[in-house]
């Protein structure tokens, strides 16, 4: 069983604040109702305001009402994280007709209309809890600035162990880490040459991390030197195959996938870091990181082709093969 609670705030003030059950989209919720009042109105003709009220007001001038709307959905499998922000706008939209109707009929106010576009409601919040104690999501849609976020609640308890740790040890991140970090960071500011250009750089240096935790699990200290003075080519190539049994150019065990992104990393960091260039050519395709789209696809190449090198790297680690 889940809980799911909706936050909006109308377009105007029902003048009635409490707890109310509701039915809306053949769901049941609990309604909470508070009257915020404004605190500077922009009342046309007047420099100040005080304990004034709108005759048949539905303006918002004055006052707004927050809603917060907390169900258990009917059908709990329709509520996850990858679906259910497509229902938060209908469902609040809803929840807010419904409110509207009840002060219309139990009050007459025929003047307070009804919503017809999520915009109207602003920012709309919804939180999903999990009763059986396990961590739940929410988000935020807002119809005006466009988008939906999924946000997931605060880390408490165990899922704070590995923050904790941190803070105990005084943990650092590997300088290669931290430049993976900033590629993401200058990709969202839109600075698409450093993000480009730290992304591969972070690619080089890490592989050379990895490939040196291997070497000195194998107690090739020679090695090590070498893979610490290494192109990135060299890395690719001879180094791979010493210490994960396999050069990371070979097809035939690594796959064409994994083969085709170290070309790819290595293209681009040899053509950006050398050349200033944000386009490349890699089995007869051209990535031109200057698109928005190419852009993307170079990080999500990224990320696959690291988690294969990461994964790669525990199975040696743990005296198995690489793949």
């Not at 809306?24 to 003709?45: I, M």
């Not at 988000?139 to 904790?164: S, W």
């Not at 396999?246 to 053509?271: F, I, P, Q």
């Amino acid at each position: 069983m889940v809980k799911v609670t909706l936050r909006f705030m109308l377009p105007f003030s029902l003048d009635v604040d409490g707890i109310f059950p509701l039915i809306a989209s053949e769901e049941r919720f609990s309604v909470e109702l508070n009257t915020v009042d404004n605190q500077n109105p922009n009342f046309p003709g007047a420099s100040h305001l005080e304990n004034v009220a709108i005759v048949n007001d539905a303006t918002g001038i004055i006052a707004r009402t927050n809603v917060a709307a907390t169900y258990t959905p009917r059908d709990k499998s329709s509520v996850t994280w990858e679906g259910y922000c497509w229902t938060v706008t209908p469902l609040a939209v809803s929840v807010a007709n419904s409110l509207i109707n009840a002060a219309r009929v139990a009050h007459g106010e025929y003047f307070k209309d009804f919503i017809y576009h999520p915009k109207q409601l602003g920012p709309i919040q919804y939180q999903v809890t999990p009763l059986d104690g396990t961590k739940g999501f929410g988000g935020v849609f807002d119809p005006l600035m466009g988008g939906i976020q999924p946000r997931a609640p605060a880390r408490i308890g165990a899922d704070t162990a590995e923050f904790a740790a941190v803070l105990a040890t005084g943990q650092s991140s590997p300088i290669w880490r931290e430049l993976m970090f900033d590629a993401r960071r200058y990709k969202l500011s839109g600075n698409v040459r450093m993000a480009v250009a730290n992304l591969v750089l972070g690619f080089e240096i890490g592989l050379s991390d990895l490939l040196a935790q291997v070497a000195l699990k194998q107690g090739g200290t020679s090695t090590q030197l070498e893979i610490e003075q290494a192109t990135i080519g060299k890395l690719l190539q001879k180094l791979s195959a010493l210490t994960l049994g396999h050069s990371l150019e070979k097809v035939s065990y690594w796959g064409a996938d994994t083969v085709r992104r170290c070309a790819l990393m290595r293209e681009t960091r040899n053509k950006v870091l050398h050349r200033a260039k944000l386009s490349v050519v890699v089995d007869g395709v051209t990535c031109d990181f200057s698109k928005p789209a190419d852009l993307d696809s170079l990080f999500a190449e990224f990320d696959l082709l690291w988690d294969t090198l990461s994964k790669a790297t525990d199975n040696v680690l743990s005296g198995r093969s690489a793949l």
